[in-house]
């Protein structure tokens, strides 16, 4: 296949996708909020949680978005490095941003920084944000789309910590930041913490670690549990959907971690919230699209 041709399938293929994700949330957390609803017992909790279930319905019978912030783009790519169109993503991504924005539509939300003007196409300077990983001797393309509204992009931080502090300052970081600006982001919560060595890595490993499939967990047992205690903890806190008081402030918490140097723990921290848009799309080399997550849909 020509790149033209390449890059053009791509994109359609991918603003078709970019329409699903929009409108309807993943499997897992669809069936993950109706576990949160079951814990709950007042009266308002119910009745919250209700209203989130008929506006996702109206939703994917109306064809329209399933919340008015619909972000700023994300893209988070697996690409083998023997993927043969790895030359044409960005630009198929970007022109399938512009399009999605017209065609879904989605809202005008991206601004450049320093002219603070609205684009109004959701691309401008390195947004969409994209992030590559590549996997070796591997000819697939595997792109997570995110959709990062406002109100979840907020209480994210990222902070070094001395190994002096100790892995409670890690925990006191988590729970500063959940029951903060947390309670803004449309509880309730993917956590993703990220540990490791500096701000940076750990602000990328925390939003990795949201965009995993729930009900996974950290590979090593005491990550795994961590995760456990994490969310055990913050749902102590008494914060329930919209910030309400309730007992479920997270879904799941997820961590990713890397090596650290000896002299840093690095926290960062990266929440999503209840309408958690973010779906996977995998392409083979010849361009044939399989989606996962989503049951009984096509593109
Ligand atoms: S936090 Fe999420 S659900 Fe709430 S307004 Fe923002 S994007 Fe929508």
């Given at each position: 296949?020509?790149?033209?041709?390449?890059?053009?399938?791509?994109?359609?293929?991918?603003?078709?996708?970019?329409?699903?994700?929009?409108?309807?949330?993943?499997?897992?957390?669809?069936?993950?909020?109706?576990?949160?609803?079951?814990?709950?017992?007042?009266?308002?909790?119910?009745?919250?949680?209700?209203?989130?279930?008929?506006?996702l319905d109206v939703a994917i019978k109306e064809?329209?978005?399933?919340?008015?912030?619909?972000?700023?783009?994300?893209?988070?790519?697996?690409?083998?490095?023997?993927?043969?169109?790895?030359?044409?993503?960005?630009?198929?991504?970007?022109?399938?941003?512009?399009?999605?924005?017209r065609d879904i539509p989605l809202r005008q939300?991206?601004?450049?920084?320093?002219?603070?003007?609205?684009?109004?196409?959701?691309?401008?300077?390195?947004?969409?944000?994209?992030?590559?990983?590549?996997?070796?001797?591997?000819?697939?393309?595997?792109?997570?789309?995110?959709?990062?509204?406002?109100?979840?992009?907020?209480?994210?931080?990222?902070?070094?910590?001395?190994?002096?502090?100790?892995?409670?300052?890690?925990?006191?970081?988590?729970?500063?930041?959940?029951?903060?600006?947390?309670?803004?982001?449309?509880?309730?919560?993917?956590?993703?913490?990220?540990?490791?060595?500096?701000?940076?890595?750990?602000?990328?490993?925390?939003?990795?670690?949201?965009?995993?499939?729930?009900?996974?967990?950290?590979?090593?047992?005491?990550?795994?549990?961590?995760?456990?205690?994490?969310?055990?903890?913050?749902?102590?806190?008494?914060?329930?959907?919209?910030?309400?008081?309730?007992?479920?402030?997270?879904?799941?918490?997820?961590?990713?971690?890397?090596?650290?140097?000896?002299?840093?723990?690095?926290?960062?921290?990266?929440?999503?919230?209840?309408?958690?848009?973010?779906?996977?799309?995998?392409?083979d080399r010849d361009l044939k699209a399989t989606?996962?997550?989503?049951?009984?849909?096509?593109?």
């Open positions: 296949m020509q790149k033209e041709e390449a890059e053009k399938k791509l994109q359609e293929t991918m603003e078709k996708f970019m329409k699903l994700v929009s409108i309807r949330l993943p499997d897992d957390v669809l069936e993950k909020l109706k576990e949160c609803r079951d814990k709950e017992s007042s009266d308002m909790q119910k009745v919250i949680y209700d209203s989130y279930f008929e506006n064809q329209r978005p399933c919340c008015q912030d619909t972000g700023l783009l994300h893209f988070y790519l697996k690409a083998g490095s023997e993927f043969p169109y790895l030359g044409v993503v960005e630009e198929a991504l970007r022109k399938a941003t512009r399009n999605a924005t939300n991206t601004v450049n920084f320093f002219e603070e003007r609205n684009t109004k196409d959701n691309t401008g300077e390195r947004i969409p944000w994209i992030h590559w990983d590549i996997v070796p001797d591997d000819d697939h393309l595997e792109v997570c789309t995110y959709y990062a509204g406002g109100g979840c992009c907020l209480p994210g931080c990222a902070k070094v910590f001395t190994p002096f502090d100790g892995y409670g300052a890690i925990v006191k970081y988590v729970f500063d930041a959940v029951a903060g600006l947390g309670v803004n982001a449309c509880p309730p919560l993917i956590v993703g913490v990220g540990l490791g060595t500096n701000v940076e890595n750990a602000a990328v490993l925390s939003k990795i670690a949201y965009l995993r499939p729930l009900g996974t967990h950290h590979p090593n047992p005491k990550g795994a549990k961590m995760e456990r205690d994490l969310c055990d903890g913050l749902n102590r806190l008494g914060i329930g959907a919209q910030g309400l008081p309730g007992k479920v402030a997270a879904m799941e918490v997820h961590i990713e971690s890397s090596a650290r140097h000896t002299a840093t723990i690095a926290v960062g921290v990266n929440v999503a919230c209840y309408a958690h848009r973010r779906g996977f799309i995998t392409f989606i996962r997550g989503y049951r009984g849909a096509e593109l």
